[in-house]
């Protein structure tokens, strides 16, 4: 067994080679423990959207790293996110995922009140307090605000610390996940659909992101279900003449050969975010969408509608947090348990102002591909799972990234652009960026 340890700039150096890293990025402990602190804890990671909390008092719980938070619309139309935890005694304030708390906050343990801005309203029996060090301008006995907030098209982000750069210049390349779908909104906006799936994938956090931009496992692991769909699909069309509905598209995709996956790329953003172009064509002369075409142009015109409609973006991933899939209107995000167990929240949104199949379509995709119950999901599931678990053996000490190593291609704008659309470019790229967040935080 390998001695590498954690703790130094050394030791995490050590961890991550140019075309491989080592096991214990996905198993230890230790390493999970730092990776919390010096990641989730130290950066914008994705809180919610502002459309989960529409009206005053409206309020989602989530986590970032280990830490409870709620977002909750104030009564100055600000979104807030707080800490889930009373200064008193320490009770979370709310319990539940979302609910609607009114105009205050109040503890159920004590009864303390709070504004939703976590600002100190009112505490029972106030005098015994007096001759005490108690003082309700204090803000330790205020519910804490995290460090940042900001919202980029309706997309909540927070950081618990303050010394982060703004949110826009931290996505950078990443906020094309955000703009290609509200865009593609005649409205321009999207709102979530109120609920989400949740999943405890027991495997770690980044095998997760990195299976999202791998392009030699579809036709290989979903081959099953990639050929079911495609024997119907090819059938419908044989015995009506016509294209089948989009819906056996969504599966069949998954059949493609390898030389067509291999036509695509992925291109590497600073701060360890990705973007793949390419994969799936969803622009059928289908009732739907051509429903959809009048209203955006009306809206905007043909010209803009095409430039909309051409952008060919099918996967983002908005490292270290999220997974955005803007044609189909949905988003991954993840929230770390332990080096083994991973919680995912599978969301879906509607384009405001688009007509009702185009929500469908995108609910289609969302129950056939990305939904815990399709065996698309269950066939990721297995193999993370058996990842894991190779990973906790003797077997070998090392995680293989050499598909077209050495062969990225590095642009004058500092993006990497993937030679083929199978390299492992993406896998690189954020052990490139996961070992400049770890050594940032780590002793010398």
């Known amino acids: 067994m390998s001695t590498v340890t954690i703790g130094s700039k050394a030791d995490i150096n050590a961890m991550v080679e140019p075309d491989r890293v080592h096991k214990r990025c996905y198993t230890d402990q230790a390493i999970f423990d730092a990776e919390i602190e010096r990641i989730f804890e130290r950066t914008w990671i994705y809180v919610g959207h502002e459309s989960q909390v529409k009206n005053v008092g409206d309020y989602y719980t989530t986590l ?17 996110v707080v800490y889930n935890r009373c200064p008193h005694r320490g009770a979370m304030l709310c319990a539940d995922h979302s609910g609607n708390t009114g105009t205050t906050f109040k503890c159920p343990y004590h009864a303390w009140r709070f504004n939703l801005d976590g600002t100190l309203l009112k505490i029972p029996v106030i005098e015994g307090y007096q001759g005490t060090r ?98 119907v699909e090819k059938d ?30 992925n291109v590497g953003h600073a701060n360890g975010h990705l973007v793949f172009r390419g994969y799936m064509d969803l622009r059928r002369a289908d009732p739907e969408m051509v429903e959809y075409l009048k ?57 405001k102002g688009a007509p009702e199949g185009m929500y469908r379509r995108a609910l289609a995709y969302y129950q056939l591909v990305n939904s815990p119950s399709t065996t698309i999901n269950a066939d990721d599931l297995e193999n993370w799972w058996r990842c894991q678990q190779g990973l906790f053996s003797s077997g070998g000490d090392w995680v293989s990234f050499h598909r077209n190593a050495g062969q990225d291609r590095v642009q004058a704008n500092g993006t990497i652009v993937s030679v083929t659309g199978m390299s492992e470019l993406p896998m690189r790229h954020m052990m490139g960026a996961w070992k400049d967040y770890m050594v940032k935080g780590a002793a010398q």
């Open 64 to 80: 970032i790293g280990r830490q409870p938070v709620i977002m909750v619309r104030a009564k100055d139309g600000k979104v807030n």
């Open 236 to 265: 419908i069309e044989k015995r009506t003449g016509k294209k089948a509905h989009l819906q056996y598209h969504m599966l069949s995709a998954f059949t493609m050969p390898f030389h067509k996956f291999d036509a695509m790329d």
């Open 295 to 351: 209203i955006m142009h009306a809206k905007h015109g043909e010209k803009r509608t095409e430039e909309i409609l051409s952008v060919d973006i099918h996967h983002v991933i908005g490292y270290p947090c999220l997974s955005v899939q803007p044609p189909l209107q949905q988003l991954r995000a993840i929230r770390p348990i332990g080096p083994d167990r991973t919680l995912s929240e599978i969301w879906h949104f509607r384009l």
């Open 134 to 231: 108690f003082d309700t301008s204090d803000p330790q006995f205020h519910m804490k605000k995290v460090a940042r907030v900001d919202s980029y098209r309706g997309f909540v982000f927070a950081s618990l610390v303050p010394d982060v750069p703004d949110l826009v210049t931290f996505l950078g390349g990443a906020k094309i996940a955000f703009d290609d779908m509200c865009n593609r909104a005649p409205d321009g906006e999207v709102e979530v659909v109120p609920n989400c799936f949740r999943v405890i994938q027991k495997s770690n956090w980044k095998i997760f992101l990195e299976n999202q931009l791998d392009a030699v496992h579809p036709s290989i692991t979903h081959e099953a279900a990639g050929r079911a769909a495609f024997e």
